[in-house]
């Protein structure tokens, strides 16, 4: 079995520095807005999981921020190393009761936004290893009051970096960014879309090399359209209307984070941050 562990390491590291880099530019878009708010950063080492093995290492940092544009922004990075339980492996690519051992490394962020007119987002990328080893992820745009084109704007930055990756990227990891941000109980989509892939598979060093290059195109395509987004939309003028119907859609986001979320139940399955985890869900939301 291949030893991923220095891929693991610049994967873990490309995945800090793009965290750092959206924090700062998050950060100086509140300063745009007359505020100081800043992100409070918070260490968590993992717990082993019930059945897991010896020598289970890892952890992470919670990176949360509550300011006047961003009402809640988390964005969390974490590397951990163990095993699966068993009940939960034959679920994971390249796992089993038999060979459980796994290692994780990744970003994931989701913004809720103060104004109705600026959009929700999420975006997510990690390499795991099993007995085999992948990256997956993605970005996907969550508006509240939808505005066609910045719809199109956040699609096309995504489509030009699929498109220096692969061919057929943009349309297939976009048809399951449809597929999967999908309440099948609303029978609605959780927003318009973007991206989503997984099991992009890396047989050898090469293929490692052309996936981790795209999965840090992806990271950049993030930073080059949402700041950008919300400083177009951030100083509108919005009625209580607005506000209801963010909260009602708020109430549908936490829905699929809690029911049918990949990340949230592999968290949960695998000893991580309970408060990192649940960082997606929104500050206020309603339900009619």
Not at 133 to 150: Q, R, T
Request: hydrophobic share 40%.
């Amino acid at each position: 079995m291949t030893d991923w562990t220095a891929q693991t390491a610049l994967a873990r590291d490309w995945f800090e520095t793009l965290r750092n880099r959206i924090c700062a530019e998050f950060e100086a878009i509140e300063r745009e807005a007359g505020s100081s708010a800043a992100f409070e950063y918070t260490p968590w080492t993992r717990a082993a999981v019930e059945g897991g093995a010896e020598g289970e290492t890892g952890g992470g940092t919670r990176g949360l921020m509550k300011g006047q544009v961003f009402e809640k922004v988390g964005v969390n990075v974490s590397t951990v190393v163990g095993s699966l339980s068993k009940d939960f492996a034959g679920t994971i690519n390249g796992a089993s009761a038999e060979q459980n051992a796994f290692s994780a490394t990744g970003i994931s962020l989701v913004a809720h936004m103060a104004n109705p007119h600026v959009p929700a987002v999420h975006m997510n990328t990690r390499f795991l290893t099993t007995t085999k080893a992948w990256f997956g992820g993605g970005a996907d745009l969550n508006p509240p009051i939808p505005y066609d084109e910045d719809t199109a704007a956040f699609h096309a930055e995504l489509k030009a970096a699929c498109d220096a990756h692969g061919a057929d990227y943009y349309e297939r990891y976009k048809a399951w960014a449809d597929d999967y941000f999908y309440i099948p109980h609303r029978k609605v989509h959780r927003g318009v879309g973007g991206i989503f892939y997984d099991h992009l598979e890396c047989a050898d060093e090469a293929a490692w090399e052309a996936n981790f290059a795209y999965t840090q195109a992806v990271g950049e395509a993030f930073l080059a359209v949402f700041p950008r987004l919300v400083r177009k939309r951030m100083g509108m003028e919005f009625t209580s209307g607005d506000k209801a119907r963010q909260l009602e859609w708020r109430g549908r986001y936490a829905e699929f984070n809690l029911v049918y979320d990949r990340g949230t139940l592999f968290g949960l399955k695998t000893g991580g941050n309970i408060d990192a985890i649940l960082m997606s869900l929104p500050p206020e939301a309603t339900w009619s």
